[in-house]
């Protein structure tokens, strides 16, 4: 019997992921997963003043932690926010989601369709072509456009990144008429780019598709389908059988985004929200209730050591 390690580092974005897999004849026995990256919110917070964490959440890392820093001040005061308030910051958040989603997209990983290994594929020429760093249309437009979207940040928080404009209570910045025309006119462009280059048709149409049978027969209907970023994605994944690999489970869990302006009064973490919370049941199909307070830790699979409470099933397995 042959028994290898084989050891993966994935650092190519935001935070550092090792894996270690145990192979015996080639088939998987055993895999550890590795969070090589510490940034030790809670242990920087301690002995602050809470209004510290305004400055420095958005500092390590980005908006979306200066939300959660808020919405903790807001329920630990009972501070009560404007639906206004709520808007502006749902608007900054959902711009930052934007970029991430077009950088992990069309700048991190549609490279590597370019690698060289890939030379005598037949989609090798129009990889390059789109996703080639900097030099790909795709790349190009993704880098121009994601830089932009953020723009929407500065105008409510005066710049981007490290931006503080959250305060317990609402924002700092008012939404004026102009701030909202300059992001619809952000807005505007990336649309269009989006509809040009991304998906090759327009957003109705694009969700229009209700299932992976429509959305086959939508990326045959036209050249622009095929050739479009999502298209060009697809059927080189496909050619590579990317479509045959890397299962998961097939259960999903959402914890819900977005605070419902239409709820301002009721206080965090009991707000609504815009995307509701839920449990995608794999099996069946159907969304379950999800409660995020019905989630518990214990460190029976991790290398930390044994603390009360941390082994709920199981005493005396934790590894040292």
């Known amino acids: 019997m042959t028994r290898r390690t084989i ?36 242990q920087i917070l301690m002995s602050r003043k809470p209004k510290d964490s305004l400055v420095i959440t958005p500092r390590i890392c980005g ?21 206004t308030a709520i808007r502006i910051r749902n608007l900054c958040l959902m711009a930052e989601t934007v970029q991430s989603d077009l950088r992990q997209s069309f700048m991190f990983f549609t490279a590597d369709f370019c690698h060289s290994k890939y030379v005598d594929r037949p989609f090798y020429e129009k990889a390059r072509a789109a996703f080639l760093p900097f030099k790909g249309s795709v790349h190009r437009g993704a880098l121009e456009h994601s830089r932009h979207i953020v723009e929407i940040i500065a105008l409510f928080g005066g710049q981007w990144p490290h931006s503080s404009y959250m305060l317990p209570g609402g924002v700092t910045t008012p939404a004026s008429s102009r701030h909202i025309i300059d992001s619809l006119s952000i807005l505007n462009k990336l649309t269009r780019w989006f509809e040009q280059a991304i998906i090759g048709t327009d957003l109705d149409a694009w969700l229009a598709i209700q299932s992976a049978d429509e959305f086959f ?104």
């Open 7 to 42: 050891q993966i580092d994935l650092n190519r974005v935001e935070g550092d992921l090792d894996f270690q897999l145990e192979l015996e004849d080639n088939k998987v026995v055993d895999a550890r997963c590795i969070g090589s990256l510490y940034r030790g919110f809670e």
């Open 63 to 83: 908006t979306a932690q200066l939300n959660a820093a808020v919405l903790a001040l807001e329920h630990i005061g009972r501070i009560p926010v404007p639906p």
């Open 217 to 320: 027969t939508w990326l045959t209907a036209k050249d622009t389908h095929a050739d479009s970023a999502i298209g060009l994605f697809t059927l080189m994944s496909r050619d590579i059988g990317l479509h045959n690999t890397g299962f998961g489970t097939p259960h999903m869990i959402s914890y819900g985004a977005y605070d419902d302006p239409d709820d301002a009064g009721t206080f965090p973490p009991h707000r609504k929200h815009l995307f509701k919370a839920g449990f995608l049941n794999g099996d069946t199909g159907d969304i379950e209730p999800f409660e995020q307070a019905e989630i518990t830790e214990h460190v029976r699979y991790s290398w930390f050591q044994p603390y009360q409470g941390g082994s709920p099933s199981v005493s005396g397995t934790n590894h040292p």
